[in-house]
């Protein structure tokens, strides 16, 4: 049977503070795997030691959360600092677990760390599952390297974040820690898990096809105009107000999304940066060629999405035990004071059940055909069977 437990800390020591919520989450259990996520406040190294120090033996992996985390006891968002940590503990799961930095080449560290997993694992087949966090860039690479050695497999997770997008985040994967690369977990599981991974985001009329894109994730052109140009023509805006992170606040309620295959799965991308030349950095990929949708939604339905998906979430299984639940921290900035929302919503859902809130700048799931994505301002609750 799998249990979990959730153990936090808002002390001001690093070190003192990785130790409480480390000796609060493994209080009576052998863990399989912790799931940390904290405040760029700290010193990520001696947190990492005041965890390591209760045991040794348990693998970390998880990464910094934007503003706050939410636990079962309500939402912890201290400037001097907070961590939580869930611990999974279950004799019929193996977990592994390791942080690389980037390398050359994304995808080729990403295939790196599936092969080294698997060795530590002492598995010659895939997991069931990986967890994974990168930072905010090249999380698509990572995922295709990672995958060039497992095939496909679901994943779940989200991207290092901070709190003003200043490049301060942190990914952890046992002892290592780096600002640039990618933490991974790999999940060796029979129980069932549940992910759902969605925007919740309503498609408008407004839609064009991407006709430029430069460096991945700028796109310079939506029907051959200035994208820029043509976003603010669909919501009656002007130009000079959507420059610089302007964009970013200005989008979070209406985004743009692009669909599978299958049209099974609209993944949202988020216009971050309006640039001088009309082009608009987005949080993720796109591609030419592809249709870009406008997205609406209000903040009530941001808020309602949480509970929602949640019922989804819980759909999947049959008698749940724990909740990995990674939100969009672009998302919590548009729900702002409301966020206290979201915890009675998620309280309402799991009632007594262990879960874990982390804010990310990126979000990690799969549709219908379970092909992995990334994507921005999105959702993706994992549910974990006892």
Request: charged letters at 25%.
């Amino acid at each position: 049977m799998l249990k979990s437990k959730v153990g936090y800390s808002t002390l001001t020591d690093s070190f003192e503070a990785g130790k409480e919520a480390m000796e609060t989450a493994t209080a009576g259990l052998n863990g399989k795997i912790a799931f940390m996520f904290s405040s760029v406040a700290y010193d990520q190294e001696k947190l990492m030691e005041g965890v390591k120090s209760v045991s040794e033996t348990v693998p970390v992996v998880g990464c910094t959360s934007s503003a706050s985390i939410i636990v079962p006891d309500g939402i912890l968002n201290n400037e001097t600092g907070y961590v939580g940590i869930m611990i999974l503990d279950d004799p019929d799961m193996e977990v592994v677990s390791m942080c690389s930095e980037r390398g050359e080449s994304p995808r080729e560290t990403g295939r790196k760390v599936a092969i080294s997993l698997m060795e530590k694992a002492n598995m010659d087949f895939a997991p069931d599952y990986f967890f994974m966090s990168a930072n905010p860039a090249e999380e698509e690479a990572y995922i295709k390297g990672i995958q060039d050695v497992i095939g496909r497999v679901p994943c779940f997770g989200g991207s290092a974040a901070d709190n003003d997008v200043s490049g301060k985040w942190s990914l952890f994967g046992d002892e290592t820690i780096v600002n640039d690369g990618v933490a991974v977990a790999f999940i060796y599981t029979d129980k069932k898990v549940s992910n759902v991974y969605t925007g919740a985001y309503k498609e408008t009329k407004d839609m064009g096809v991407i006709t430029k894109v430069k460096n991945n994730r700028v796109l310079m052109e939506i029907d051959g105009e200035p994208a820029l140009e043509k976003y603010a023509k669909w919501r009656g805006m002007k130009t000079d107000d959507l420059m610089d992170n302007n964009l970013l606040v200005a989008t979070i309620l209406s985004p743009l999304g692009v669909k599978d295959r299958l049209g099974s799965l609209t993944a949202i991308r988020h216009p971050m940066v309006g640039n001088k030349d009309l082009s608009m950095n987005i949080g993720a990929n796109l591609a030419e060629g592809t249709a870009v949708i406008r997205m609406e939604a209000t903040v009530d339905e941001l808020i309602d999405s949480v509970g929602k998906t949640l019922k989804e979430t819980k759909k999947g299984l049959d008698d749940p035990a724990a909740y990995l639940l990674v939100h969009c921290g672009g998302r919590a900035l548009g729900i702002g004071d409301r966020l206290n929302e979201v915890y009675e919503a998620i309280k309402k859902e799991v009632k007594d059940v262990p879960f874990i809130v982390a804010f990310t700048f990126g979000e990690y799931g799969s549709g219908d055909d379970q092909a992995d994505t990334t994507g921005g301002l999105m959702l993706s609750f994992t549910g974990f069977d006892k």
